[in-house]
């Protein structure tokens, strides 16, 4: 049924088009992966919150958030745009104008001709999706080599330097830089923080690296084990970092996530087994504080109350921490004659005597509570970069894949109408016309706050990149825009070889 001139044509027909807009698309992905700014985004994001334009800024604040928005919008109307002009010139356009009167006065069967141009187009909108997938992989590697391993980031690249030693190396021993007081500097100085915050946050980021690389060697053992259990679910077997730093004591039972830990840190297996033992302590204690907190009844059983101390300070709680340190930097900026962006952008500035004194003054903090404020909001500000670096290869293969069969659906249907209208002009306002209100639905709905309702009238919504992202459940939205896309080819390949033709 496959026919080698008739494909032949199709791409010299159409090669220019699809030059254009998968280099179009693999440029804009590019651009989006390259020019990434985690801090700035969040800005832009936290500025733009409570506006019509919340919704799609919010995804943002990470590489691969901001990414989805490109993959919800601009992938989908420049698809759209060469799936509708495509699928006019295969068919109906030859229709129309008569030249495929002269195709089918040869030899070639009809269904064999419908059949190659189907092929064609869902072949070229393969590979062309295949291209600007793959760009983006590329892209993503060369600027923060974060697909095949940690994220490069600016302190790393010091450090590296430093020491003389690869980026490469020098992410996966992050202790080293601990270990060496002029790469501290260094890396400190790439992140805006100072080395005792930098301190910290390395400790951090080594410390949820261990639990990380340990957690996936117990997953792997639990697999072995219970893979044949049915009562087991995946997410009973699976481990996350987070659970095992809640309880390290699953630690103490792998030999092998020990070794893997330990090498993480540096520490040999006993000194790593010996920090475990201190950090399940350590979380004992916590606990016990926590519950005796929460019930201290006197003896007369009325809750007993502190003593108040010779110099009363400001507590400092998740509810006004943000109020504080917003006063605290405000009160500084002052103090420095800066602009109070300026020393949000460097919190280490806070630290300075002259800021101290002014913040004390500010907010009756003591000088070690706003040492440590500094300190925990350049910590998270610098993991909060980190975590919006990360990437999820997987997800980005799935927001790939769904996308190819997005474009593959709409292509579907833009070719149904090729096969089933003799006109151009009807063929495109039916076979571009759904298409795009699928697209402007899908705008509306980024734009709006409440539309739940409008998600019944597109089947963009069957590709749901929040799920992928989130891990929720995805898969029988790709499968049903598969099987939209079977049903409206195989119906186009009917339809055109059983119907009366203007010849």
Excluded at 175 to 186: C, P, Q, S
Excluded at 202 to 207: A, F, G, M, P, T
């Amino acid at each position: 049924m496959f026919s080698k001139p008739i494909f032949k044509q199709s791409i010299q027909a159409n090669w220019k088009l699809w030059v254009i807009i998968t280099f179009v698309a693999a440029m804009i992905l590019s651009a989006f992966t390259v020019t990434f700014d985690a801090e700035g985004f969040a800005a832009i994001a936290s500025a733009a919150e409570g506006t019509r334009f919340s919704n799609i800024l919010s995804t943002m604040t990470s590489l691969l958030g901001s990414l989805e928005n490109f993959y919800k919008l601009i992938a989908v109307i420049l698809g759209i745009v060469y799936v509708v002009f495509t699928a006019n010139n295969l068919v109906v356009n030859e229709v129309d104008s008569g030249s495929m009167a002269y195709t089918l006065s040869t030899p070639i069967k009809r269904s064999s001709v419908i059949f190659t141009k189907s092929i064609f187009l869902v072949l070229s909108i393969v590979l062309m999706y295949g291209i600007i997938g793959s760009t983006g992989l590329v892209a993503a590697q060369l600027k923060y080599q974060n697909v095949t391993g940690y994220t490069i980031t600016d302190d790393v690249r010091a450090a590296a330097e430093a020491l003389n030693q690869d980026e490469r190396y020098i992410s996966e021993r992050m202790y080293l830089i601990l270990e060496n007081d002029h790469a501290m500097r260094e890396a400190a100085a790439a992140r805006n923080m100072d080395t005792e915050a930098y301190t910290i946050y390395l400790e951090s980021v080594i410390n949820d690296r261990s639990y990380e690389e340990a957690a996936a060697v117990i997953t792997d053992e639990r697999w072995d084990i219970y893979k044949d259990d049915e009562d087991m679910e995946d997410e009973d077997i699976e481990i996350t970092a987070e659970e095992l730093a809640a309880d390290p004591t699953m630690l103490l039972l792998s030999n092998d996530a020990l070794v893997t830990g330990a090498k993480v840190t540096g520490l040999s297996v006993n000194e790593y087994q010996q920090f475990i033992n201190n950090e399940i302590v350590s979380l004992e204690q916590e606990t016990e504080v926590a519950v005796k907190e929460e019930k201290t009844p006197n003896e007369e059983g009325t809750e007993a109350t502190a003593q108040p101390a010779t110099q009363p300070t400001v507590m400092v709680s998740e509810d006004n921490a943000d109020i504080l340190m917003q006063l605290v930097i405000e009160s500084s900026a002052k103090a420095l004659n800066m602009e109070t962006d300026q020393v949000a952008d460097k919190i280490a500035l806070i630290k300075n005597p002259v800021a101290l004194e002014a913040a004390m003054v500010a907010t009756d903090l003591t000088e070690q509570q706003i040492i440590t404020m500094a300190n925990n909001g350049m910590v998270s500000s610098a993991k909060a970069v980190d975590e919006a670096l990360e990437f999820d290869a997987e997800a980005y293969i799935w927001l790939s894949i769904g996308l190819l069969l997005l474009i593959l659906a709409l292509s579907s249907i833009s070719f149904f109408a090729s096969t089933l209208f003799n006109r151009t002009g009807l063929a495109l306002a039916i076979g571009g016309g759904i298409p795009f209100t699928f697209f402007i639905i899908t705008m509306v709905q980024q734009l709006m706050d409440t539309s739940e309702n409008l998600e019944y009238l597109t089947i963009t919504t069957l590709f749901d990149t929040e799920a992928i992202l989130t891990g929720g459940d995805f898969g029988w939205g790709l499968v049903a825009l598969g099987g939209i896309t079977f049903v409206l080819y195989a119906a186009s390949n009917v339809i055109f070889t059983k119907k009366d033709l203007p010849l």
